[in-house]
Nanobody, 130 residues
Framework: QVQLIESGGGLVQAGDSLRLSCEGA????????MGWFRQAPGKEREFVSA????????LYAASVQGRFTISRDHAKNTMYLQMDSLKPEDTAVYYC???????????????????????WGQGTQVTVSS
């Protein structure tokens, strides 16, 4: 069974940091692009960050640029999202996602479109208090 397993969410205060992890199970995602999305209560899911297959290219939403850092560890089949200077508006359920594509462009270009991702994690709650 192919799974993406997120961890690292929690309740923190504004200005604190958290690191989310997303481990692939049942399939290696080291040749695929991956990404993070989030959904706050009453809002639509939104793009947060994406990384290409080798970690050489990254993409961030304007709202998190300069505060969040995406990375991946091929040896562990795991992707990370380091979140610094957290704000109450970062409160949401965070989802990791992985592509499954054959094209070189699909693997080398980070994507912000949710429709481009084939696998999704169950989500981890991040709550930032003011």
């Amino acid at each position: 069974q192919v799974q993406l397993i997120e961890s690292g969410g929690g309740l923190v205060q504004a200005g604190d940091s958290l690191r989310l992890s997303c481990e692939g199970a049942g399939r290696s995602f080291i040749t695929q692009g991956m990404g993070w999305f989030r959904q706050a209560p009453g809002k639509e899911r939104e793009f947060v960050s994406a990384i290409n297959w080798n970690g050489g290219k990254t993409l961030y939403a304007a709202s998190v640029q300069g505060r969040f850092t995406i990375s991946r560890d091929h040896a562990k089949n795991t992707m990370y999202l380091q979140m610094d200077s957290l704000k109450p508006e970062d409160t949401a359920v965070y989802y990791c996602a992985a592509k499954w594509v054959e094209s070189a462009s699909g693997r080398t270009i980070p994507s912000e479109g949710a429709h481009e991702y084939s696998y999704w994690g169950q989500g981890t709650q991040v709550t930032v208090s003011s």
